[in-house]
């Protein structure tokens, strides 16, 4: 009963903790919902009760499958099913026949223990990815917080594990600090409080954060300025916060159990699924061949005499009945493509080390080939489309009079100094404004930079940063000599040099309410400077004069004014943050300020003198400053509306920003009304059909986006049949990335949540390598395709090889270990090396293939049945001459003395004992000679053995032939010759090399009962195998032909869809 009340007590605190907005109400009313006072926090008799009710704040670990399961789910696989069924009745028959010893008996068990291998590594390969899928998960709970300062029955506990927090806990915040919950802020015991919380909602630049409510209950995330979330860091400041959401109920929970239910719904990939529809048609084909095989050959093993027209005295034969059951198990085998996983895996292999070359890390093989039919690539903007290095693209300096301004243009995109240049500089070098704007974005600052490797990396907020790059930019002024020792070893000599002539004694910190940050310098001269930089707005309206280009101070009227905001407005609606730059010299009561002990030192400690204290002052310019899309991005966009891929731009960022950015790479043109194009995430969730809405043609653009609209928008493009490549680099991006068909990882800016949670990672985090990987996906599957259709066309073969044998009654040509060496080990080499053909020209300017196209076409089945069949006929055909010519084309074939029969007696072997005065004489074999006169109808068991090397023979050089047919799909040897792909000549030579092998090596020889061919019996193979290049070359012919007179056929009725 106790038990039943706490099982119902529990959803309500929940649901009650859920709903209240604490970002939408006073701090009073936030500590009256908790019961809580921010001066002594929960008194610890109710932590119990509290945790009783919430929990622990820890993620929920969620148990992956079994071992065992994920075993079974190995063979959830149509081929994989086929193969281990042919396995099992192949170790049956194998036993059944055991008798012999050695290498007979080891023969025998051959194929079920190479099949048995094949599907052991596959299900060890399928176990090992599939055992990383909740990975993710692990790496989400690493970035929370472990240890809390918090305060509890008016005490501070300093080392609070972040687990045991409850709602109602108040936490103390410091720089540097993880945030262990979702907590409201009370109050800022700093002037500040800045947060990088962009792995959760894509913002490119720090937060800040206040202790005032927001007026919307519906507020995004992004908008919850009152608000801190579990895993985001602060970066500047002290504050004081309310806990409000733990674990599971957090931000960051919320994603984790998103991750969980993307991990759930992980579907097959397009390749998967035509090769489990592949399997199934041959399961049917196979049950279908083997029961007319059986019913053509029930006459040898089972037979009646009809008694007044009715069947009597059946006589069945086991030993004939299990034979031919053998029979229709080679057959099986035959038309299994045993080597077709392990060539897939082997081609998905090799395509990854190519991405790899290309900086796209694939982590998962399906999704090589799953990128190839990608059709929507939905990408974030921050350090995909950007760089995610704030960067000046625009400086403003005063000019001669009040009247002018100068306008410089600033190249460069990263944090490297050398990156770029400041065009149109004066020749005479810097003035005195341009030595004000230097010397106040250079002490006005925070920031550092490093040289790591081949890479600058910035410190402290980007912009004040990119604000550094450009004093080094600059230069210093002419009198200054950058050559000297002195600068030596600085990766910023020149901001290093301000800050020497110019020493920081106090500091104004930034705030929101005059949005500006002030520092007061001594000089070298003992003069003290006050130096600031902020809003453009809020400098001008406490600005009374300007500096102009000689370094005259004038007084700053109306013109002045509206000239400089009018270049304000213009670079803000160009997507710049703007900066102005201001200073001051008569500083009144801080003009001999020198430290703590001064008189006006007691005005620096209270945060609202700043204001007063920044006015009365002098401007000097402004810049703007932008995070800058990537130079190659304009081209990857170009190069997806030629593929036919559209994108979509998914980022948390402001609208404004993110439509400038889309319409400088391309995404939108220049003039484009993108009205209809652009939405916020909060307003896609709100559209009435959002399935129509995505199905626009060209780019969209969806700013200010949570991850639940991230994840909704690749839900319903996957429901609408497209296949989606997803990129992302935060927390916030994991669930989209799991759930899309290809989930594309930043590695240099992502986060371990995200690099888990995807498919592929980035190594230069770099639209554009996504666009070449796309590309190579493309080549990787059409060389699938090729390699096959090449397997398949062999498989073909051999079913027809081994039908006609049982259709004409003759013995059996092939047993199933040579089938099986011929399908695993001769046609595995070219099928491998068809991978490396090299891709086609126009790859990228094709649109991608349906998920749902088919893998063989029919014309393309029709061809190989037409080839399949000529490799039967040629395979039974030289079983055939063997026993019934003496020569053939002029090719002497009696030279092993061995005795010709009718193609009669052939087909009737099998009644060889009522043959009257029926003897054949010995022939030799490489070394061996074979003797009949015991038994003469043996000829037709043991003395087969010549015959049937010729036939295998014959299957394994008609089939490397017919790996050049596989070049391609339908261009002629002429224009594609083989040299184009050197590694399928060499792979051909290692086939031969392999059968030339078990041919000449005696062991081998007896394994797979064979013996050497002389040189005249090659030359018949040679003769009966070429043809099969020019079968292909003139169904090639008719392909294109079709494909040429379809398509100028079907020009008007695409033009009239168009239209």
């Known amino acids: 009963m106790e038990k039943g009340s706490e099982d119902q007590t529990k959803p309500t605190h929940r649901l009650d903790r859920l709903i209240f907005p604490a970002w939408a109400r006073d701090v009073s009313e936030c500590e009256a919902h908790y019961n809580v006072t921010s001066s002594s926090g929960l008194p610890s008799s109710e932590i119990p009760i509290l945790r009783e009710i919430y929990g622990y704040n820890e993620l929920e670990k969620h148990s992956g499958p079994s071992i065992f399961r994920l075993v079974l789910d190995q063979f959830n696989d149509t081929l994989v099913r086929i ?11 194998a036993y059944y026949d055991g008798d012999g010893s050695g290498e007979a008996g080891f023969a025998a068990f051959v194929e079920p223990i190479v099949i048995f291998l094949i599907l052991i590594v596959n299900a060890i390969v399928g176990v090992w990815q599939e055992s990383n899928a909740e990975k993710a998960l692990e790496a989400l709970k ?5 240890h809390a300062t918090v305060r509890r029955d008016g005490r501070t506990v300093p080392n609070l594990p972040a687990r045991e927090l409850v709602p109602g806990d108040i936490v103390e915040l410091h720089v540097g600090d993880r945030v262990p919950a979702d907590m409201r802020v009370l109050s800022l015991i700093s002037s500040t409080v800045r947060l990088e ?22 507020a995004d995330i992004q908008g919850k300025e009152c608000m801190v979330f579990a895993g985001t860091t602060v970066v500047n400041g002290v504050c004081l916060c309310l806990v409000t959401q733990i674990g599971m109920d957090t931000e960051i929970g919320k994603v984790h159990s998103q991750i969980h239910e993307a991990s759930q719904t992980d579907e097959d990939t397009p390749l998967k699924k035509k090769l489990n529809e592949f399997g199934e048609v041959l399961t049917a084909m196979i049950g279908a061949i083997c029961a007319l095989v059986w019913l053509i050959n029930v006459k040898y093993f089972l037979t009646w005499d009809y008694v007044d027209g009715w069947p009597r005295n059946f006589k069945f034969s086991f030993e004939k009945c299990t034979y031919y059951f053998e029979i229709a198990v080679a057959l099986a085998v035959a038309a299994i493509p045993e080597g077709l996983p392990a060539v897939i895996t082997t081609c998905l292999a090799l395509g990854t080390r190519k991405m790899a070359q290309k900086n796209a890390l694939v982590r998962k093989l399906p999704s090589v080939e799953t990128l190839g039919c990608t059709t929507v690539i939905c990408s974030d903007k921050t350090g995909t489309l950007t760089t995610n290095q704030m960067s000046v693209a625009k400086l403003v300096a005063m000019g001669q009079d009040r009247d002018r301004i100068r306008k410089f243009r600033v190249e460069g995109t990263t944090y490297d100094p050398h990156d770029g240049i400041i065009l149109e500089w004066p020749s005479a070098g810097m003035d005195p404004n341009l030595q004000m704007i230097a010397k106040i974005a250079a002490v006005c600052n925070d920031a550092g930079i490093a040289h790591s490797g081949h890479q600058y990396i910035a410190s402290g907020l980007p912009t004040e940063a990119a604000l550094k790059v450009l004093v080094e930019k ?13 600068f030596s070893g600085f990766v910023l000599p020149c901001c290093q040099w301000w800050n020497e002539m110019e020493h920081r004694i106090a500091t104004l910190e930034f705030d929101r309410t005059r949005k500006s940050m002030g520092v007061i310098t001594k000089s070298n001269s003992g003069r003290n400077l006050l130096l600031v930089k902020g809003a453009v707005e809020n400098l001008l309206e406490r600005s009374a004069y300007i500096q102009l280009v000689d370094g005259s101070v004038v007084n700053l009227d109306g013109t002045s004014t509206d000239l400089l905001l009018q270049a304000l407005h213009e670079m803000s609606t160009s997507a710049l943050r703007c900066i102005g730059f201001a200073y001051k010299e008569d500083l009144s009561d801080f003009a001999t300020y020198d430290g703590e002990n001064h008189h006006a030192h007691k005005l620096l400690l209270d945060p609202t003198n700043y204001q007063s204290i920044e006015t009365d002052l002098i401007f000097v310019g402004l810049v703007g400053l932008r995070d800058p899309p990537r130079e190659e991005v304009h081209k990857a966009i170009e190069d997806c509306r030629a593929a036919g891929i559209r994108v979509m731009v998914i980022t948390g960022d402001n609208k404004n920003t993110a439509e400038a950015i889309c319409r400088e790479i391309g995404v939108f043109g220049p003039k484009e009304d993108i009205s209809t194009k652009s939405l916020t995430g909060k307003e896609f969730m709100n559209h009435p059909d959002p399935k129509h809405y995505l199905r626009q043609t060209g780019g969209l653009l969806f700013s200010r986006a949570e991850p639940k609209h991230k994840q909704e928008i690749v839900r319903l493009l996957k429901e609408d049949g497209e296949v989606v490549a997803m990129t ?9 990335l799991k759930l899309a068909d290809i989930g594309i990882a930043m590695g240099i800016a992502g986060t371990e949540v995200a690099k888990e949670a995807s498919d592929m990672v980035l190594a230069d985090d770099n ?6 990987a796309v590309g190579e996906g493309r080549s990787i599957y059409n060389n699938m395709k090729a390699f096959i259709r090449y397997m398949i066309s062999s498989n073909i073969g051999e079913v027809a090889c081994i039908f006609l044998t049982a259709a004409l009654g003759i013995p059996e040509g092939l047993i199933p270990v040579q089938l099986l060496w011929v399908n695993l080990v001769t046609d595995g080499p070219p099928a491998t090396a068809l991978g490396f053909n090299p891709p086609d020209r126009d790859i990228m300017k094709k649109p991608p293939r349906r998920s749902d196209d088919s893998l063989i076409t029919a014309w393309i089945l029709f061809r ?27 090719i002497d074939l009696s030279k092993d003395g061995h005795t010709l029969v009718t193609y009669s007696q052939l087909s009737n072997w099998d009644h060889c004992l009522s043959w009257e005065n029926f003897t054949v004489s010995p022939f030799t074999a490489g070394s061996h000679t074979f003797s009949f006169d015991n038994n003469p109808c043996d000829y037709f068991q043991s003395g087969k053995v010549k015959a049937m090397t010729l036939s295998l023979s014959v299957l394994v050089a008609i089939e490397m032939f017919n790996s050049l047919n596989a070049l391609s799909e339908d261009g002629s040897l002429l224009t594609m010759p083989p040299w184009v792909n050197p590694w399928l000549l060499l792979a051909m030579t290692v086939s031969f090399g392999l059968h030339f092998l078990i041919l000449y090596v005696p062991f081998l020889t007896k394994v797979f009962g064979i013996v050497p061919l002389s040189l005249n019996e090659w030359l018949l193979v040679l003769a009966v195998t070429l043809p099969v290049i020019l079968i292909d070359e003139v169904l090639k012919l008719v392909g294109r032909c079709n494909s040429r007179t379809h398509f100028s056929g079907s020009r008007p009725s695409k033009k009239h869809k168009d239209d």
């Open 197 to 218: 919380q962009g792995s959760l909602t894509g913002e490119s630049v720090a937060v800040n954060k206040t202790h005032r409510k927001v007026e919307s209950e519906d």
């Open 474 to 486: 600059m230069g210093l002024p002419e009198s200054i000599d950058r050559s000297s020792s002195a």
């Open 728 to 736: 992302g680099d935060g927390v916030n991006d994991a669930p989209a």
């Open 864 to 890: 190989y049945l037409v080839i399949g069949l000529y490799v039967g006929v040629a395979t039974v055909g030289v079983f055939i001459i063997w026993y019934t010519h003496g020569s053939f084309l002029g």
């Open 767 to 772: 639209f554009s390598t996504i666009v070449a």
């Open 142 to 146: 690493k970035i929370q917080s472990e």
């Open 83 to 93: 193969l281990l069924v042919a396995a099992v009745i192949s170790f049956v028959l």
